[in-house]
């Protein structure tokens, strides 16, 4: 469970890289009523760029930290859950 959590974090993460290196962060623009520097302008893009953000820097934190925190609980609990290991019985 803690390695999808940490696959989907990896993978809003790389979705918010994705949109602001082909430039949708100007495009956000859009959404408060102001053209974008370079002109034209769709909202659309400037949505996906929203939730990519919010993806990338709200729930990709958080998909982490429980990634970790799950993997440590985890394996606390093999450990003691693992049979002790006891000496042969005398002869």
């Known amino acids: 469970m803690s390695r999808q ?3 989907g974090a990896a993978m809003l993460l790389a979705a918010f890289v994705v949109c602001h290196m082909l430039g ?3 495009q956000v623009s859009v959404l408060s009523g102001t053209p974008p520097p370079a002109g034209g302008g769709d909202p ?5 760029y ?4 919010f993806g990338g820097v709200v729930f990709a934190p958080i998909l982490a ?3 970790g925190v799950l993997a440590v609980v985890d394996r606390l609990l093999s450990r003691r859950s693992a049979p002790a290991r006891t000496a042969p019985p005398p002869r």
Do not use: S
């Open 5 to 7: 959590l940490a696959l």
């Open 24 to 26: 949708l962060r100007e």
């Open 44 to 48: 659309l893009l400037g949505v996906a």
């Open 50 to 53: 929203a939730l990519a953000w």
């Open 65 to 67: 930290i429980a990634a």
